[in-house]
């Protein structure tokens, strides 16, 4: 925990409350040491980390000119909110962010006042603050809504669904737009080079608005001055797209300038109707090695802040994530036709390689999973293979583009689904619990999950050739180990793998949780089928077994709920197979952040969990069993 001898003024602060009492004359000293116990939190417990230091002074000012909580407060990409937790009651906390019973790593409801709206996926906070400000006019109430969006997130188009909607409704808000450049990779497209133009023009903002209460709207030159206004702010700062949106725009300021973060924000404070503020931070900012590397700053484990991060080692084994990269650029070698799209997770879907090696075919669409799809859906009726990497939690938000756009016109599309399953600390934001239930229910889909690293690879090819919608699912982090081919062989389609011949009880695992299953099959003499395949099912196996064995255990590491082991259930019931059916996966809850794990155990996907929970459902016949011979 941080000395807080070391922090006089941050010291007073347990609530905004305190910190509007202060002058301004002292709130750069606030800043400074937030910014600094920030960086000695974080470096002693790891999380989220450039973006924080990059709005220091923003929530600062934020939380001094408004009258937070009863002014609603919305952050957008919930990685930004580590100095807000800090001032807002949660300073000595700060230290467990992401830990199993600590601070969740995004705004949360449940977790404080201050937390209006809970995020973790990026481009909500403006539609967010929208209802909240439209409800609040519908009730006469005075507060004010203010939206703070960045780190990429006004790349996303559910940003500008929210800014066409707002400017129609003329609700009175505020959107703060951070405008840093980044995502976690940089920033990309056509938006990113208009305001990358962007120059400070504050006088100009002065100007202006003093110009425009000085001359009456209606007059010939009240008319002509807005003319002028609309042609001059063209020239000077890109504030045409939002003012043809419907808000008011105001900026570029320095968003690490105090004062004229105040003065600004108390002007805007007291504008009727729906408000834009244009910033200029620098992620990383006052950590001179955060500024320098960006994307190897956004989220850290524990380090030394003298040092800064250390080179890992490399390590012993792949993670699944290597492994999808390297698949990526050997099938490219191989296949002209491969193109490779993520929307914005370049580093962590583990394209960087590919990037470099492939950057004509190698296409970054920035935060935009909609458009990710329906980019690739485009592109295969045109003959190529595109290959869509992206964490499970996303594909979320392009299921219709998903079903509409690839299912349905049956497309030669590859998803490559990282990060399905337990995912751990960033909670349930970002768990991928969900893919196997919503993918499953799709015509024409081929859906696969391996239980090793060589298999990922085959099934990666399996997929890639396969004349249709395909999907490879797999955990975060690494496999058990297996070592790898070479070559891009594939796997037939449909065919499960029989691991272990038992008796009694058939346990089906899909995906990652083959490992526990193997320790339980061979302690209970049961048999073990890794069925590779989550549509179509090996259903000749499945109904083999089914006359040999007494009962069925089905283990995944997705929700229960119209998962794997619900499309076994479906099977034996369409064959009229009547079966006592144990199914084992995420419950029906939304999994709390802590290690993978312990995530696991919560789930009760344990090695001792499943062996109980096998124990209980089927007593008599895994007591015989391992009391037989």
Known sequence: MNDLSHYPHLAQ???PADLRRMPDDQLPAVANELRQYLIEAVASSGGHFGAGLGVVELTVALHHVFDTPTDRLVWDVG?????HKILTGRRERITTIKKKDGLAPFPRREESEYDTFGVGHSSTSISAALGMAIAAQRKNDPRKVVAVIGDGAMTAGMAFEALNHGGDVEPNMLVVFNDNGMSISENVGALTKMMARAMASRTLNVWRERAKRAIPKKSFFGRFFKRWEEHAKGMFVPSTLFEELGFHYTGPIDGHNLPQ?????RMVKELPGPQLLHVITTKG???ALAEQAQIEYHAVGPFDPQAGLTKKAAPAKPSYTDIFGDWLCDMAAADPRLLGITPAMREGSGLVRFSKEYPQRYFDV????????TLAAGMACEGAKPVVAIYSTFLQR????AIHDVALQNLDVTFAIDRAGVVGPDGATHSGSFDLSFMRCLPNMLIMAPADENECRMMLSTGFQYHGPAAVRYPRGTGPGTPISKDLGTLPIGKAELRRRGRGLAILSFGSMLAPATVIAAEIDATLVNMRFVKPLDEAMLLELAKTHDAFVTLEDNAIAGGAGSGVAECLAAHGVVKPILHL?????YLEHGSREEVLTMAGLDLPSIRTAIQARFPQLTTAIAHAG
């Open 261 to 265: 973060l105040l003065a600004a924000l």
């Open 398 to 401: 392009a299921y219709d583009q």
């Open 366 to 373: 920035a935060i935009a999973e909609q458009h990710a799809v």
């Open 79 to 83: 990685h930004q909110c580590y100095p």
């Open 285 to 287: 900012k006052g950590y």
């Open 13 to 15: 602060i347990d609530t």
């Open 585 to 589: 996966g995420l419950p029906d809850v």
